[in-house]
């Protein structure tokens, strides 16, 4: 697992109620090796992952970075480093998977979450606890629905796009890549790439680094 702080916390918490996985290490750019975490050791840094995964011979790994725009970099940093790397996807016993969706590499889909018939996410994407993600939705690389969020049918999220903390998104709207829909918000039209939109029914606010702290 790459990451140790209160991401990583839940993450692991879905590795040990998954049958078949374990977590045996944890890679930390800004802790010590051999500090303890999350019940194992920080084996290193990113850097020292080749290493760690010839040493570990059959190795998958997790992203435990909930910021959506680091993830993406974080994984394309990995992937030049490492040609090989496998990454695991998370499902939580109690999340609700439709037997046609379809859950990309390294995704996460946390406990209480809902998602329905024919929807699409993609890889390294972050579906939180309780959000739904209604039928035939379409969710970029490293997109991710807040706590409580919710999408209509056949909403699209763009690279990146964030709905936050208990917003929704009415049916067959489109956020564009690093659009952020506020906590709270409900997007009633489509949102442009990077734009930020609060309230309800929700405005474009600014436009927004796809770097930038969350609302």
Known sequence: MVGSGGHARVLADILHLSNGLRLVGVIDDFEMAGTPALGVEILGT????????????CCRVVLAVGHNARRLDLAARIESLCNDVVWQSLLHPAAVLAGDAVVGEGAVIMAGAIVN??????????????????????????????????????????VGAIVALGAGVINALELG??????????AVRDLPAYAVALGVPARTTRFRDAGEEYL
């Open 46 to 57: 990113c850097e020292d992952l080749p290493r760690i995964m010839r040493q570990l011979e």
């Open 117 to 158: 018939a024919g929807a699409q996410i993609g890889r390294h994407c972050l579906i939180n606890t309780s959000a739904i993600v209604e039928h035939d939705c379409k969710l970029g690389d490293g997109s991710s629905v807040g706590p409580g969020g919710v999408l209509g049918g056949n909403v699209r999220l763009g």
């Open 177 to 186: 890549e690093h659009a952020l829909l506020g906590a709270g918000a409900t």
